[in-house]
């Protein structure tokens, strides 16, 4: 077993570093991996320039093949571009890739050619419509009705929760072409400026704005946007949850860096005459962050290398989710802990420490063991048959 990069892998992150700290504007302190962020005032000006600079390097759906946008690399290339981006905390990792993988698996000919360059060159974003009021854990009670015309489909309906909605040009919407609860599901590319469609936006505990209710009133889908058989989704929704969850590693990798930042903080900071980092309880705790964010590296690694020989990600990618979503809780609540009195304060205040970035990750967190998948859903997939082989519960 070897457990290194090879040679042209590290001086390919090496490239990568390079490019963010040119790319990145100095002193950058850093944004969630996903789309929440950009929500703020100038940061999706910021990150849409992001993504078409990693376009322009081709690393955006880097492993797919070269007709389609991609370059055709290795699955670790592709590792170590979102490694670096989520410990950067760049603007510019979305929704689009996982959607685009899930067209090069599913998709024709012509949709691969029709999607995935735009995607490849950091042009096209995408939101997923999957949860409703009463299908989140339940996905498979998606109610959002599709009906079958001459010229195309027709969708009446909700979906809630969609990041990014407001800014997409497409979405992956699931939704019912039959009565069958698992065997009735389809799946649409949706031009998400279509006559008919109307959003909500939602403000999350961060005071961000990043994802609605969308509203789908007689919205006209042409065939050709079907992705998949029709009442074949329960396929793409198996694929699409194993690549949601591994929203788990980002994390895990963005949140490395706090805890870098966080131990340069006890070493620097005075308290009755004694820095922070001498203090055995903080010593501790930070250590056992330290033991849990190599833990979901190498978690990661393992996870990478099923995928890269064909194998079932399922239950690793699902213990991915759980470790990520639960540590970074755990650092924002030490992280507050430790600035004591600043860990609250806004990122204007003249008194913030680290920037403010330890309170933004308390409360962004605390999503963190619902967006993708809950925790309890990731533990049932983890007990399951393709990890513990329980029985189905109750
Ligand atoms: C920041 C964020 C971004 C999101 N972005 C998107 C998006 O882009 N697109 C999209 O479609 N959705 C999105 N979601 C929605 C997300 O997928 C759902 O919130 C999630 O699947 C849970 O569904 P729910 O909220 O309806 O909770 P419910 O399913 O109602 O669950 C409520 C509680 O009951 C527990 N529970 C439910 N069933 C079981 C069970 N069988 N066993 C044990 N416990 C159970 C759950 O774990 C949870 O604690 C996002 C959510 C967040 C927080």
Not at 69 to 80: D, E, N
Not at 195 to 206: A, H, L, S
Request: net charge neutral; aromatic share 8%; proline share 4%.
């Amino acid at each position: 077993m070897e457990f290194r990069y090879t040679a042209e892998e590290e001086a390919f992150r090496k490239e990568v570093r390079d490019f963010l700290d040119r790319e990145l504007p100095p002193g950058w302190l850093g944004i969630d991996p996903g789309p929440e962020e950009e929500y703020k005032p100038g940061m999706f000006e910021m990150a849409s320039r992001m993504r078409r600079r990693l376009g322009e390097k081709g690393w955006i759906g880097i492993t797919w093949p070269k007709e389609y946008g991609g370059q055709g690399a290795s699955v670790w290339k592709q590792v170590i571009v979102l490694q670096e981006l989520a410990y950067r905390g760049s603007p510019g990792c979305d929704a689009a890739v996982a959607q685009g993988d899930l067209i090069l698996r599913f998709g024709t000919e012509e949709q691969k050619k029709r999607f995935l360059p735009p995607i490849a060159r950091g042009e096209m974003k995408w939101t997923i419509g999957m949860s409703e009021p009463n299908a989140g854990t339940d996905t498979f009670n998606v109610q959002l009705k599709a009906v079958e015309e001459a010229d195309g489909y027709v969708l009446n309906g909700q979906k809630i929760w969609s990041s990014d909605a407001q800014r997409a040009h497409y979405g992956m919407v699931y939704a019912r072409t039959d009565a069958n609860k698992h065997m009735g599901l389809s799946v649409f590319m949706v031009d998400m400026k279509s006559p008919g469609i109307t959003m909500r936006p939602i403000v999350q505990t961060t005071g961000v704005a990043a994802f609605c209710e969308v509203f789908f009133d007689n919205v006209k889908v042409p065939k050709e946007n079907l992705l998949g058989k029709k009442n074949g989704g329960i396929e793409l929704l198996m694929f699409a949850f194993g690549a949601e969850r591994t929203y788990g590693l980002f994390v895990i990798h963005n949140s490395k860096r706090y805890l870098e930042q966080l131990v340069q903080y006890c070493r620097e900071t005075i308290v009755d005459g004694q820095p922070l980092a001498k203090n055995p309880l903080i010593r501790s705790r930070l250590a056992q962050l330290a033991i849990d964010i190599e833990v979901g590296i190498n978690m990661g690694h393992e996870m990478s290398w099923l995928a890269a020989s064909g194998q079932s990600t399922v239950a690793k990618s699902s213990q991915i989710k759980v470790h990520g979503g639960l540590l970074s809780q755990r650092l924002g609540n030490l992280g507050q802990q430790i600035l004591g009195l600043y860990g609250p304060l806004d990122e204007e205040s003249k008194w913030v420490a680290l920037g403010g970035r330890i309170k933004h990750v308390y409360l962004s967190s605390l999503s963190f063991t619902i967006a993708g998948g809950t925790t309890e859903t990731s533990k049932n997939h983890i007990a399951g048959r393709e990890g513990l082989g329980l029985p189905k519960q109750l």
